[in-house]
């Protein structure tokens, strides 16, 4: 009952106003990447890296791959190889389109197969959310079927829905702290590895109590789902 009741008024307040959600969206890369050889390890290396000159390295189309991480340097077949990140989709600056690291906390990570079997158990399990964490525009476009938008924006302090919707996550107020009470289980997601909408709220929930073991990190998200050919909604 707790589910369909936050579902609804969730529904309602994302109407109310579309403007909730806090920072950008990472784009969402629709081409499946593959490799162009069928063993590329018979292949000559020649060319695979295409390193010239070290100093080419570092142009204006290279962003961070985290805020403190620009470069790696490594020695492959006797010479020095710079790994960079180039851009590939819309990403222009890191952050806010960093990569998003694999584990956060003690939160268990999750790929798709769990993730298909969470959307099984919303079935037969109550008091369980597949939460998408987009903005509410990307969310109508396409989602995870079974989801339920949840803008990271909303549980900021700065959301005028801040309070009102940790309600409904099973938090409750006492004395300026949050306290947690029978809260569902969740499992979060946004657009995919270079997305922080879906890190950044699991991490506002944990600063707030909420049980690790009752949240899921789903960290390949719509891109993800989408390149392995699986069902948007």
Not at 4 to 25: K, P
Not at 121 to 147: E, F, M
Not at 164 to 193: Q, S
Request: charge should be positive; charged fraction near 25%; hydrophobic fraction near 40%.
């Amino acid at each position: 009952m707790r589910t369909v009741l936050f579902i609804f008024i969730l529904s309602s307040l994302l109407q109310a106003d579309e403007q909730l959600a806090i920072g950008c969206s990472s784009s969402v890369n629709k081409e499946i990447q593959g490799c162009a050889s069928e063993n590329i390890l018979a292949e000559k290396r020649e060319g695979l890296f295409d390193v010239k000159d070290k100093e080419t390295l570092l142009g204006s189309n290279e962003i961070n791959m985290s805020k403190k991480l620009k470069s790696v340097k490594v020695i492959h077949e006797n010479q020095e190889l710079i790994i960079v990140r180039t851009v590939v989709n819309d990403e222009k600056t890191c952050p806010p389109f960093c990569i998003e690291p694999m584990t956060i906390s003690t939160v268990k990570t999750v790929g798709e197969l769990e993730t298909l079997s969470f959307i099984e158990s919303l079935v037969k399990k109550k008091n369980r959310l597949l939460i998408d964490t987009r903005v509410s525009k990307l969310y109508k476009k396409s989602t995870i079927p079974g989801a339920i938008n949840l803008p990271a924006g909303m549980i900021q302090k700065e959301s005028k829905y801040y309070k009102e919707v940790l309600e409904l996550l099973g938090l409750k107020e006492v004395r300026g702290k949050w306290k947690v009470k029978n809260v569902p289980t969740l499992l979060v997601f946004d657009n995919g590895i270079t997305d922080n909408k879906a890190s950044g709220t699991i991490k506002t929930l944990l600063k707030l109590s909420y049980p690790s073991n009752k949240i899921l990190y789903y960290r390949g998200g719509v891109s993800s789902w989408r390149n392995l050919g699986l069902t948007l909604f």
